[in-house]
Structures are given as C-alpha cells and as structure tokens.
C-alpha cells in the first residue's frame, strides 16, 4: 500500500515536469527563466536569475516590467539552519517596498517554518508564517489580517482535509479519500467539499482515480455529482499510457458536458524519451476533426550525468507538425515564448 502510494506521488510529480535527477556531487550555480513576447516574440518580458554559492542559494535577479533584487544569507546554528531572503523591489528605478522571509530548517534540511517580514518606520514587522511537519508538510498558513489554512493528514502522509478561515468568515475545506482494492490497490477515490461559517456544504466535486498492478494512475475521472459552483464542469476523463519501461508516454483528456451522454476528445499530451530521459512534451487539441499541436517543450541534458540542461517553450498552432520531421525541427530553432537554462559545478 505505502509504495503504490508513493508511486502516485511520484507519477504527479512527473507528469507535472518537476526534474529529480540532479546527482548531488554536481552543485546549481546558475539558473536563468527567460520570457519573450511582443509579435515577433523577441523581447524579454521577464528575466530571473538564480545564482548558487556551495549548492545553496545565494542571490536572485527579477526583471519584470520593474525589477526585483533578492539577496540571500544562510545561519547555521546548533539546533538549526535559518536561510535569510531579503528582497528589494524597484518600479522605475524607485524603491517600491522590501520584503524579508526567515526559512528555518532541522540539521537534517528538513523545512520546519518559514515566516514573512514587511519594512516599516519602526523597522521589520512580521506579516505571516508558514509552519511543516516532520516530512516538510504544511500544516498552517497564516496571512495577517487576511487568512489563514490548517492542514491535515494521514498516518501514510496523505493530505486528507484544508479548514479555511478568511477575514471573520470560517469557511473550511473537507477531502475525504476511499480506497478500493481487493489484493492490490486498484482504485482512489477523493471527495472536495466545501463548507461555509454555519457548516452548511456549498460545493462538492469528486476524482476517481484507476490505477494499475504497479499502482500507476491509468485513469482519472472528476465529476461534480451535484452540479454546483464545483473546480470542474460537467465530467473530465482523463487516460494514461506507459510502455515497456513504465514511462508515461501519452496523455488524453475527453470531457462531457451537463447535456452530453458521452465523453467527447479534447486534449492530449505526448511525452517523447531519449536515453530514459523526457525530451518532449507535445500538447495538441482536437479541433476540426483531427489533432492540432498547440504548444511544445523541449528539453536539453547532459545525457552523461542525466543533468536537465535546458527547457524551451514554444507557444502556436502547426498542421501536421507530427508527420513532418523536418518542420517539426526547423520549428524548434525559432524564437522559443520561454527559456529555461541551468548551470553546474563539480
């Protein structure tokens, strides 16, 4: 059970793009996320720069319209480690406003708080925080004045329920998990209701998740039973496929609507690999009865060290770009709408 329940974990993680591959004798030194727009795509609207000291991080640029400079200070005491974020933001070259973040972790380097600091004329002046649990879990959230969240789990680790109270209201968020399973787990099923300050439900939405002998998600099914104000329209199909290997390699998601009596395809996404490594994400849409790529990513490595080098977006509709290798490839050397790119040291 406790390892079908990782794997679930671990596929979300995935398929939400999140790279685990990083070998810890190579340390980060630079990280770089480069947005481009405007009609010919070539001018920056947003550059951030990461920058590392010893694997830790040690300062960030953020150029937005306005820019954004944060520097960082790591404290090693006997019983923790605090790692100080002061952040500085200028609108046209003037000082807007500074913020500060004290994250503590265990010696372990596991996050136990995080709490928010505003500069004042008094000085700093703390504004909210952000408690964890043993596994690094929140468990509270606290914005000052304005809300506040208390989290809950299970004894596997699993997020069970949110209560949410927001300026004098006391509203809270159920999730109830029922697992199906005869020898293995075969099934998960998650209900998301939500209740206002006199315990009265107001809306309900339920996910169905199928899984196979190795507990990866092959289906995922939301429905809102009652058609109320609920995170999902109608109903939402979504199928998964894996090859020899157990890599996901395609993604489909039909929907139906209130009116509807079957599911009709709407998205998909195919996952292309290299060496066990994630090369492409190909997303299309059906429209005029066939599938149209809308948006790719591409990613870059150093295949020796499985290292994530570089991820580029590019955003617009192409025919036939799957049956087209030479297009698909002369594509992928224009302008891209975002660039990602890492650096290491030994």
């Not at 099914?221 to 995170?231: F, N």
Request: proline fraction near 1%; hydrophobic fraction near 30%; charge should be neutral.
């Amino acid at each position: 059970m406790r390892r079908s329940v990782v794997n679930i974990i671990c596929l979300l993680l995935f398929a939400a793009g999140v790279l685990e591959c990083t070998p810890s004798e190579y340390k980060p030194v630079d990280y770089k996320e480069i947005h481009y727009f405007g009609v010919d795509e070539s001018r920056i609207d947003r550059h951030t720069r990461y920058f590392y000291m010893d694997g830790i991080i040690n300062a960030k640029t953020d150029v937005r319209y306005d820019s954004t400079y944060t520097e960082y200070e790591t404290r090693r005491y006997d019983d923790r480690i605090d790692i100080v974020e002061i952040s500085w933001n200028y609108l046209h070259d003037t000082l807007s406003y500074v913020i500060k973040t004290i994250k503590t972790y265990s010696l372990d380097g596991v996050i136990e708080k995080a709490t928010d600091y505003s500069l004042s004329d008094t000085g700093w002046v703390e504004t909210g925080y952000t408690t964890y649990n043993a596994s690094g879990q929140k468990t509270e959230i606290v914005g000052y004045g304005m809300y506040h969240y208390w989290y809950s789990y299970d004894s596997l680790g699993q997020y069970i329920g949110c209560r949410y109270r927001y300026l004098g209201t006391d509203s809270y968020l159920s999730i109830d998990t029922v697992i199906f399973s005869n020898d293995r787990l075969s099934a998960v099923e998650t209900t998301t209701q939500w209740y206002d300050g006199n315990s009265i439900p107001r809306t309900t939405s339920k996910a169905l998740y199928k899984l196979d002998r190795q507990g990866r998600i092959i289906q995922k099914e939301t429905v809102d039973p009652d058609e109320t104000d609920s995170l999902y329209y109608g109903r939402v199909l979504i199928t998964a496929r894996y090859n020899r290997r157990g890599q996901l390699v395609s993604t489909t998601t039909s929907s139906m609507a209130y009116d509807e009596t079957d599911y009709r395809f709407t998205e998909k996404t195919v996952y292309r690999y290299h060496r066990g490594l994630k090369t492409w994400e190909l997303y299309y849409k059906y429209e005029n009865c066939r599938w149209q790529l809308y948006r790719i990513y591409r990613y870059k490595y150093d295949v020796r060290h499985k290292l994530p080098l570089e991820r580029t977006l590019r955003h617009g509709y192409y025919e036939n770009v799957h049956n087209n290798l030479l297009r698909f490839i002369a594509i992928m050397t224009e302008r891209v709408d975002e660039r990602l790119v890492w650096t290491y040291e030994k």
